[in-house]
T-cell receptor, first 113, second 114 residues
Framework: ETGVTQSPTHLIKTRGQQVTLRCSSQSGHNTVSWYQQALGQGPQFIFQ???????GRGNFPPRFSGLQFPNYSSELNVNALELDDSALYLC????????????FGSGTRLTVV | AQSVTQLGSHVSVSEGALVLLRCNYS??????LFWYVQYPNQGLQLLLKYTSAATLVKGINGFEAEFKKSETSFHLTKPSAHMRDAAEYFC????????????FGTGTRLTVIP
């Protein structure tokens, strides 16, 4: 079975720019979540998508938005980048049954300068 | 509200010694509990999970954890540390009902001394 793949692995953006991060879910998984992991911290929940709709959101401003596509792939969009947005962004996919657990991708390292 | 506290941001053990990583949780409802491992420049890998079945949970790579409701703890143990166990370990909690997002602790970095 395929795992969760994220692209790109690294990127550098300038403050104020916009960025799109991409995620391909593990085969058969219908739920995708995004997490932000700042340096030296645990991951923080951004939002979750199920059936192409936002299914839960953490304490992140509206400039963080997402999409889930019919093939369960997903995008995370961040507008008006700030320096504090520099972090590792992790995508995690799962089945809607919460017993199943999550499969995480290797992440995208975003640096905002 | 869900939260996780991991006691000890850094733990060092000798190769072959017992590994004990501590995790305490706070939850207003019965939780699901997870341990994840993160190797440098990689994502998170699930070690084990507690989902209200057996309180002693066995995971991959020889790790296990015991759910103790009275102590609100879910400590991770391994009888004998190996060099390859050196990594960052995260404890996480989610609710059994409602939103199923994970709340992570701040992590414990495990160093294994040869």
């Amino acid at each position: 079975e395929t795992g969760v793949t994220q692209s790109p692995t690294h990127l550098i953006k300038t403050r104020g720019q916009q960025v799109t991060l991409r995620c391909s879910s593990q085969s058969g998984h219908n739920t995708v979540s995004w997490y932000q992991q700042a340096l030296g911290q645990g991951p923080q929940f951004i939002f979750q998508y199920y059936k192409e709709e936002e299914n839960g959101r953490g304490n992140f401003p509206p400039r963080f938005s997402g999409l889930q596509f019919p093939n369960y792939s997903s995008e995370l969009n961040v507008n008006a980048l700030e320096l504090d947005d520099s972090a590792l962004y992790l995508c995690a996919s799962s089945l809607v049954d919460r017993n199943y657990g999550y499969t995480f991708g290797s992440g995208t390292r975003l640096t905002v300068v | 509200a869900q939260s996780v506290t991991q006691l000890g941001s850094h733990v060092s053990v000798s190769e072959g010694a017992l590994v004990l990583l501590r995790c305490n949780y706070s939850s207003s409802v019965p939780p699901y509990l997870f341990w994840y491992v993160q190797y440098p420049n990689q994502g998170l890998q699930l070690l084990l999970k507690y989902t209200s079945a057996a309180t002693l949970v066995k995971g991959i790579n020889g790790f296990e954890a015991e759910f103790k409701k009275s102590e609100t703890s879910f400590h991770l143990t391994k009888p004998s540390a190996h060099m390859r166990d050196a990594a960052e370990y995260f404890c996480a909690v989610s609710e059994q009902t409602g939103a199923n997002n994970l709340f992570f602790g701040t992590g414990t970095r495990l160093t294994v001394i040869p």
